[in-house]
């Protein structure tokens, strides 16, 4: 089965209600003829604004981040029952920011994955390695652990999407090689298939992240394993829409 392409665009802590309807009014016509899924996702207090600029076309709307309780005493968090009532699709978990920052782990990954798909909303798992992992050929063990713990107990993982995001390449402007991102892909998609059997390893959607742009999404795109981008700093501008037509 074919793999339909995604790309999803991570606005991280930039944008206002203002500037993003802008830009999504802009994005619109653009990418009318896009074969790809597309989805920006957006900082939650964005959600409504943005869902209804996006409205009528062919980009969806995403969230940064979910929290895994249905509610309580969380402060400062928010459930998958809030996101979804406000017209969330996509779900961008574990990204190497909340990690670094925010003190997530693969536990935590793995716990609002589960509250993600419990609620019907496609997450978005990022995974990769830093420099210093890279440099000391711990790249495969990372990944693995990431995957093996972040993705515990999912029952169905075709309904998962899967961002590679070497943390070297994240906002650096240093993009992994077409066959560096191709070669670490079709790793996860071999550990994918360990977990979750071969047949369904084959249908899950791996993205690839960090620094992809205009000018390089064609060449990762062509990799037989590389099914999407996840898109940081190109998709705050029209770029996005020239990502999203990689293939015209
Ligand atoms: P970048 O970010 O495209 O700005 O490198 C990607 C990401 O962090 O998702």
Known sequence: ??????????????MTAE???????????LVKGAKCEIALCVPAILIPAMVKAAKGSKIKIGAQN????????????????MLKEYGVKYVI??????????GETDETVNKRTLAALENELTPIVCVGETLEEREG??????????LETGLNGIEDITKVVIAYEP????????????????????????????LFGVRNANKVRIQYGGSMNANNCKGLMAQPDIDGGLIGGASLKTDFATIVNYDK
Do not use: C
């Open 93 to 102: 978990i574990g990204h190497s920011e909340r990690r670094q920052y925010f």
């Open 66 to 81: 979910v929290h895994f309780a249905k509610s309580g005493a969380y402060t400062g968090e928010i459930s998958a029952d």
């Open 19 to 29: 500037s993003g309807k802008q830009l999504i009014t802009e994005l619109k016509p």
């Open 137 to 146: 050929n711990k790249t495969e063990k990372v990944l693995a652990r990431q």
């Open 1 to 14: 089965m074919a793999r339909k392409a995604f790309i999803a665009g991570n606005w991280k802590m930039n």
């Open 167 to 194: 943390v070297w390449a994240i906002g650096t402007g240093k993009t992994a090689t077409d066959g560096q991102a191709q070669e670490t892909i079709a790793y996860i998609r071999k550990k994918l298939g360990k």
